[in-house]
């Protein structure tokens, strides 16, 4: 598992095995759109602030999951302990 911080919602969530970014956000009850949950329609896209994504969604380019600067929040997942997003 790791940590979420949603930096403008003020709110921390722990991700765990099995569990979407996604679901846990939602689950704390914060809006976020999505629309095919499978990496591939970038309408779950969160900024990423600071730490390192697990990039394992298709929409993203490959410069773009280099930069590590937006995570597709649906699929992929965390190779720190903790991931800031701009949610
Ligand atoms: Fe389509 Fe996440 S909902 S990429």
Redesign the pocket.
Known sequence: SFEVALARSCLTVKVLAGQTI?EAVREAGVAM?????????????ARVIEGEPIHQ?V?LNDAEKASGEAI????SRSASPRLVLDL
Do not use: K, N, R
């Not at 597709?72 to 699929?75: D, G, H, L, N, S």
């Open positions: 996604l759109p999505s629309s095919c949950e499978q990496g591939a329609c970038g309408t779950c896209l969604d929409y597709m929040t649906c699929v």
